[in-house]
T-cell receptor
Framework: SQTIHQWPATLVQPVGSPLSLECTVE??????LYWYRQAAGRGLQLLFY??????ISSEVPQNLSASRPQDRQFILSSKKLLLSDSGFYLC???????????????FGEGSRLTVL | KQEVTQIPAALSVPEGENLVLNCSFT??????LQWFRQDPGKGLTSLLL?????REQTSGRLNASLDKSSGRSTLYIAASQPGDSATYLC??????????FGKGTHLIIQP
């Protein structure tokens, strides 16, 4: 069966520091991968998605970036964090593989980022 | 651009009641509509997926319907239990660019 892992689960960082959140998927090949952010009082906002290694699409201009160095690894980064980057970051996978039908998304447990 | 709206934003009912959560979306050109559950501080758990060619899906006490032409979906929860307390999220889309989410319905089931 497919599983998705995110880490770290919780992170407290000062303004201006770098960020790296990692997500890996097991039990599937060539998944679509997604980073969403959930800020307090707001819905989930799609940040980046990837349909293959090295292919990154950005939905919202910001100081964050994403990379997909391997088929089942998705990394969210920042060189300098802002206060507004605080939130709950969720990684998800989808695509035609195993029990996942076209477009069905499965989420990780999330990474809570607090920028002070 | 797809917009998803969920009504009500919050709901508190006594245990045992049947209830309906509503979701509407502006762009009917979707592949899927998916319902999720989110417990406080946790990730999203997929409850039901309705593909664009389907009208409804059922899982246990949950039933979700989809009317693409009117841009509406409902999640029906039968015989509610305190363990059903959570935030329920509706999301539309399903293409390679993922899903667009509503802000959710915060549900409390009173024992």
């Amino acid at each position: 069966s497919q599983t998705i892992h995110q880490w770290p689960a919780t992170l407290v960082q000062p303004v201006g520091s770098p960020l790296s959140l990692e997500c890996t998927v097991e039990g599937t090949s060539n998944p679509n991968l997604y980073w969403y952010r959930q800020a307090a009082g707001r819905g989930l906002q799609l940040l980046f998605y990837s349909v293959g290694i090295g292919q990154i699409s950005s939905e919202v201009p910001q100081n964050l970036s994403a990379s997909r160095p391997q088929d089942r690894q998705f990394i969210l980064s920042s060189k300098k964090l802002l206060l507004s980057d605080s939130g709950f970051y969720l990684c998800a996978w989808g695509g035609l593989s195993g029990r996942a039908t076209a477009g069905e998304l499965f989420f990780g447990e999330g990474s809570r980022l607090t920028v002070l | 651009k797809q917009e998803v709206t969920q009504i009500p934003a919050a709901l508190s009912v006594p245990e045992g009641e049947n209830l309906v959560l509503n979701c509407s979306f502006t762009d009917s050109a979707i592949y899927n509509l998916q319902w999720f559950r989110q417990d406080p501080g946790k990730g999203l758990t997929s409850l039901l997926l309705i593909q664009s060619s389907q009208r409804e899906q059922t899982s246990g006490r949950l039933n979700a319907s989809l009317d693409k032409s009117s841009g509406r979906s409902t999640l029906y929860i039968a015989a509610s239990q305190p363990g059903d307390s959570a935030t329920y999220l509706c999301a539309a889309g399903g293409g390679a660019d993922g899903l667009t989410f509503g802000k959710g319905t915060h549900l409390i089931i009173q024992p």
